[in-house]
Structure formats: C-alpha cells, structure tokens
C-alpha cells in the first residue's frame, strides 16, 4: 500500500513557508504523493451542486482564497526531492488544453519526472463558465479531447488533432515530460461515466470515498466499482490490471468515530488499529494508494497529525 496526503490551495497549504515546511514533512515520513486541489476563481453566486457533501454546498466558497494548483506544485517541486506531485485533481475545462499540457510537462520536468496527473471533469459550471471553458453540458466530451491532446502534445514531435473542443496543428511542442511515455494519468471521479473514461484513459483510478450519491464506505462497493473500471479497460483494448486503484478518504481522522449510513461506524475514522484494519480490506478490494486530506487549522496542528498517521498507521501496515 502506498500512501498519499491531499490539501487544499489556501489555509495552511497557502503560504510559502508552510507548504514548504508540509511537503517537506510528507516526504520525510514516507508519504508517496503530495497532491493539491483545483480553484483558480470562486464564483460569487454558485447554483451548482457540490457532489461531496449531503447538503450540496460548497464549502469554500467564502474568500475564495486559492493558489493556482499547477503553479503551486512546482514550488513544491522545488522544496522536495522525492515524493510524487498530484493535481488532486486537475479539472480539464478550467484551461485550454495546450497551455494544460504545458504547465503539467513544466512540472514533470522540473520535479524530475516525479509528476502524477489526475483529472477530472468538474462540477462547478459558474467557475468553467468564468474561465472560458466547454459548455458545461459538453464538459464531458471536452475532457476526453483534452486528455487525447495531452498525450498527442506530451509524445508527439509534430502534434496535432482534429477536435470539436481540442484542435491544433503547425506546432512544436518542447520539451516533453521526462517520464516516458508521458506522466501516469489518474482519472477522477465516481460516477459510471468516470469509470467508463478511467477505463479507456487512466493509468489510475482516483475517486473520492464520500459521495453521498455514489458512495465507497465499503469493501464491496469499492471493489465492485473497480471491477467496472477494469472492464471498461479490457473492453477498450488495454490491460486491465494496468490500472491502478486509489482512493482519497479527505475525512480520515484517528480519534472519534464518524458515523456511516447504516448507523455504524464510517470506515477510516476511529481508532489507529480500526483504520489499519479498513486500509487492509480495502486492500483485498484492489486498493493500492490510499489518501488522506491533510489540512489543518494551523502548522503545528497538520505536522502533529500527519506523524501521528505516519507513525500509527503507515507504521503498522504490511507493505
């Protein structure tokens, strides 16, 4: 099992000194990816729904402090040697498909290959619609150009493509990413249709365990929706166990016990030996990188928290 720590652009992880000091300690104990969210803008008056929450808020949608995700991450880059730097996850229609390619390669380059890209298609329509992207009801098919262009652009030496959302030609693009033949690409999300393009598309499968419409609180749930995954693979033409299987548990707390929907305890809260036990079941299901959000109300809070998984978790596991 490897292990992997997800923060928002803002709060502790957006200030310099602190994203320099959590990256730092993430590498150190051991954790195999950093990843960071994506909001370039918040819109002022949101009517889309928030697929991860109950009620359908958005919950930062208040300063609408946020680093741009890709930027933010070379900078982690800079401030690290070894652990792997993931878009968690990169939203397809929030940049053309051109520029996207190139800031991702730019990282790749710079971290020395050490870039993981997860994608994903968005919910938000008021913040694509402010950045100029897709209609939101073609975000869709949009995305699978987007990601067709990346691979064009990233192995290409004369790239180009015919599309409806991402069409170029007459271009040199330069330089590709190091890891060949192009960075690993996780696709987000939990839905059918997620799974359907993480088949055709994804070297990982990235969702998030609590969507309330489409959850995966359970062993069986999560292997049944790999199991789709795979198949969507196979029937695309490609190896199906060549997609690896991740998962991010943002509310994964040592200490009380969450409740889960049928009244007992939610998997991934509670005790150290309780979540052990979870990752390890999870791991009978096909898991094979486990997420955790990170965010702290302060530095010292977040550092304590992520040595006390380190240590009680990742400490106890069977690697």
């Given at each position: 099992m490897k292990f992997?720590?997800?923060?928002?652009?803002?709060?502790?992880a957006g200030n310099p000194d602190s994203l320099t000091a959590i990256a730092q300690k993430c590498e150190a104990l051991g954790f195999t990816h950093f990843g960071m969210s994506d909001h370039v803008i918040v819109a002022t008056e949101v009517d889309s729904a928030y697929p991860y929450s109950a009620s359908g808020k958005f919950f930062a949608q208040d300063t609408g402090i946020s680093l741009e995700q890709v930027t933010a991450l070379s900078f982690v880059a800079a401030a690290t040697n070894t652990i792997r730097l993931l878009t968690s996850v990169l939203v397809l229609p929030h940049r053309h498909p051109v520029l996207a390619a190139k800031m991702l390669a730019t990282v790749d380059v710079l971290s020395k290959g050490r870039l993981t890209a997860g994608v994903g298609v968005g919910w938000m329509a008021e913040e694509i619609a402010l950045l100029g992207g897709p209609p939101f009801a073609d975000r869709a098919a949009a995305s699978d150009e987007y990601i067709e262009a990346f691979r064009e652009l990233w192995t290409a030496d004369r790239p180009s493509q015919e599309g409806s959302f991402a069409a170029f030609e007459h271009m040199l693009f330069a330089p590709k990413p190091v890891q060949t033949p192009y960075p690993p690409l996780w696709v987000g999300g939990e839905s059918k249709p997620a799974r359907r393009r993480t088949g055709r598309y994804g070297d990982g499968w990235y969702p998030v365990a609590a969507n309330p419409r489409t959850p995966l609180d359970t062993p069986d749930r999560y292997r049944t929706a790999l199991t789709d995954v795979r198949?969507?693979?196979?029937e695309a033409g490609r190896?199906?166990?060549?997609?690896?299987?991740?998962?991010?548990?943002?509310?994964?707390?040592?200490?009380?016990?969450?409740?889960?929907?049928?009244?007992?305890?939610?998997?991934f809260t509670g005790s150290a030996e309780a979540i052990v036990a979870d990752i390890g079941h999870f791991a009978e299901a096909g898991l094979q990188h486990f997420l955790i959000g990170g965010d702290g109300s302060d530095l010292p809070g977040t550092i304590d928290r992520l040595e006390q998984f380190a240590a009680e978790v990742i400490g106890k596991m069977d690697r």
């Amino acid at each position: 099992m490897k292990f992997g720590v997800h923060f928002g652009s803002r709060g502790v992880a957006g200030n310099p000194d602190s994203l320099t000091a959590i990256a730092q300690k993430c590498e150190a104990l051991g954790f195999t990816h950093f990843g960071m969210s994506d909001h370039v803008i918040v819109a002022t008056e949101v009517d889309s729904a928030y697929p991860y929450s109950a009620s359908g808020k958005f919950f930062a949608q208040d300063t609408g402090i946020s680093l741009e995700q890709v930027t933010a991450l070379s900078f982690v880059a800079a401030a690290t040697n070894t652990i792997r730097l993931l878009t968690s996850v990169l939203v397809l229609p929030h940049r053309h498909p051109v520029l996207a390619a190139k800031m991702l390669a730019t990282v790749d380059v710079l971290s020395k290959g050490r870039l993981t890209a997860g994608v994903g298609v968005g919910w938000m329509a008021e913040e694509i619609a402010l950045l100029g992207g897709p209609p939101f009801a073609d975000r869709a098919a949009a995305s699978d150009e987007y990601i067709e262009a990346f691979r064009e652009l990233w192995t290409a030496d004369r790239p180009s493509q015919e599309g409806s959302f991402a069409a170029f030609e007459h271009m040199l693009f330069a330089p590709k990413p190091v890891q060949t033949p192009y960075p690993p690409l996780w696709v987000g999300g939990e839905s059918k249709p997620a799974r359907r393009r993480t088949g055709r598309y994804g070297d990982g499968w990235y969702p998030v365990a609590a969507n309330p419409r489409t959850p995966l609180d359970t062993p069986d749930r999560y292997r049944t929706a790999l199991t789709d995954v795979r198949e969507a693979a196979q029937e695309a033409g490609r190896d199906p166990m060549a997609v690896e299987g991740a998962l991010l548990a943002i509310y994964c707390r040592i200490g009380d016990e969450q409740e889960g929907r049928d009244g007992g305890r939610l998997a991934f809260t509670g005790s150290a030996e309780a979540i052990v036990a979870d990752i390890g079941h999870f791991a009978e299901a096909g898991l094979q990188h486990f997420l955790i959000g990170g965010d702290g109300s302060d530095l010292p809070g977040t550092i304590d928290r992520l040595e006390q998984f380190a240590a009680e978790v990742i400490g106890k596991m069977d690697r």
